[in-house]
């Protein structure tokens, strides 16, 4: 592999440095994302338009065409920041955890905490998770792919501990749980449930669905 | 109503998805308003359930089951709320043909609690996997932002919940599920698993047999999670 010095990374970024017309682009990607954000919770995925959107972010319909392809562009990317910053929330979670079942519950937790405050788009998300065409491509996302890896370390870290069997059916298990962690959201979304009720629901299924795999 | 004339009615008259009760259900003393409106109200539901069934629930919209259904959208409008309410309705009728047949089968069911639960779940999927689109539609309704209360998405209909729980509790008394687990959550679980494996009907095609035999998978993996220790 080449080598590279620090001097000469320094020297890269500063040949790099966004010219004012590309810091005058990344402003009106940012003032359109959060825009689209703010419409995407109040009036969910189908209710905001991309029309909408342009005024609500105060240009044109034009200018936001210009940065995004269409409204699943749009919807993707916040998805894809917000998804990169919770599995760094949920993996910060799972490292405080005391064995595997602890590190899951912790990591579970902190996710039903990052989207507490920000319900209605994860309701959005959920909308479009089960749309014909967009569904696959959002749940397939490599962001999505991430989340569900860190169960699967989990997992085989417990396997490692000698906490888990050696056929832990870590490929099921690991969905399983996926699956468990997103089927709470409703729960959160539609009857208002408490991070401390989400935490005990989560508690209970985890425990269920590793108590098969269990050593001993 | 113009509406009653339209070319259309000949093509759903003769759609032999059309529940055969449907038409006979109107009573036979209605006033021909009342007859009139339980046509048109059949004919939406039947347009819709073709349209969820190959669009999906974002894909299609009011005005398309008014032109399938050869009504004025004006009439759909005067039966039900919302695309969210009409879906309700559609799925709400399959319902009760599927809990008749849960009804009779269920409490007939030998085995183990998982064994319990595979039966019963093979007969959702084969029930719903002539047309898994409609289902998906169903799911992806509950998130609807403008669904009226009175609709009644995939998870918010207690049926589903009902029939799990009291084969659990059932396990319970036999001594095959530990008392001391969370039933509901157990039930979520379920629930949960099930809707989720509709997911594979779209990214892999499968059937009825494929769908039963994932979900036979995780129902295993769930009754080892609790059973008695």
Known sequence: MKHISPNQVAGETAVKMPTRRA????QTRAKVLAAA???????????????DIAAAAGMSTGAVFANFTDKSDLFREIMGSDMAALAETMRDGAARGRGVE?????????????????????????SVSWAPQDGPVL??????????????EQLTLGVQRGELSQEAEIKLRSQMLFDAYLSNYPQAIFEGWSLDALQARARDQIRILLAGARRG | MKADVHPRLRHVARNPRRPAGVAAARPAEAGPRQTQ???TRSRVLDAARDLFDTQGYQGTTIREIARHAGVSVGSVFTTFASKGEILSQVMEERLEALCAELDRVVPHLRGSTADRLRSMFAIHFAFEARRTKLFLSHIAAAYDWTLPPSAKPFGRTPRLRDVIHDILVKGVAEGDVDPSIDLLG????LVGAYGWSFRLAVTEGADAQAMTAAMDRQIGLIANGFRPR
Do not use: C, W
């Open chain 2, 37 to 39: 409106k339980a046509a």
């Open chain 1, 102 to 126: 602890d590190a899951l519950l912790k990591a579970f937790t902190a996710g039903y905490a990052f989207y507490k405050g920000q319900l209605p788009l994860a309701r959005a998300a959920f």
């Open chain 1, 37 to 51: 954000r703010r419409l995407f919770s109040e009036s969910g995925y189908e209710g905001a338009t991309i029309r």
């Open chain 1, 23 to 26: 810091l005058a682009k990344q």
């Open chain 1, 139 to 152: 749940r397939n996302a490599p962001q999505v792919n991430v989340l569900h890896e860190l169960i699967v």
């Open chain 2, 186 to 189: 157990a039930v979520e679980l």
